[in-house]
Nanobody, 114 residues
Framework: VQVVESGGGLVQPGGSTRLSCAIS????????VGWYRQVPGKERELVALITRGDRLDYLPSVKDRFTISRDAAEATVYLQMNSLKPEDTAVYYC?????????WGQGTQVTVSS
C-alpha cells in the first residue's frame, strides 16, 4: 500500500486549506490513517487520527480548527485546516498503518504567512 499527499502551499494567517491523502489500494481505504507534521529541528508529531472504526483524535493545539475525514469510496483521507496560524507551518505527512504495514507519504509543505 502507498499513500500520496497533495494540497498545501502558501496560506495567509486565518486562512484555510485542505490536504488529501490518496491510498493506492481501495481495500485499505478504511485502515487507520494519521496526519503528522514536522518542522526542522523538531520531532514529527501526530496532528490528527482516524481509526478503522472512524474514531477521531486531534493534537490539542489544532482541535476545533482541523478536521480529519475519510471518503472510503475514493480511498482518500482529508485534513481540512481552518483558522491557520504561522505555527502551523510544517511539512505534513500522511501515514497508514496496522500490525502488518506502515506506509508514509513523501510530505507536503504548508506555509502560513502573510
Amino acid at each position: 500500500v502507498q499513500v500520496v499527499e497533495s494540497g498545501g502551499g502558501l496560506v495567509q494567517p486565518g486562512g484555510s486549506t485542505r490536504l488529501s491523502c490518496a491510498i493506492s489500494e481501495k481495500r485499505a481505504a478504511r485502515y487507520q490513517v494519521g496526519w503528522y507534521r514536522q518542522v526542522p529541528g523538531k520531532e514529527r508529531e501526530l496532528v490528527a487520527l482516524i481509526t478503522r472504526g472512524d474514531r477521531l483524535d486531534y493534537l490539542p493545539s489544532v482541535k476545533d480548527r482541523f478536521t480529519i475525514s475519510r471518503d472510503a469510496a475514493e480511498a482518500t483521507v482529508y485534513l481540512q485546516m481552518n483558522s491557520l496560524k504561522p505555527e502551523d507551518t510544517a511539512v505534513y505527512y500522511c501515514r497508514l498503518w496496522d500490525d502488518t504495514r506502515d506506509a508514509w507519504g513523501q510530505g507536503t509543505q504548508v506555509t502560513v504567512s502573510s
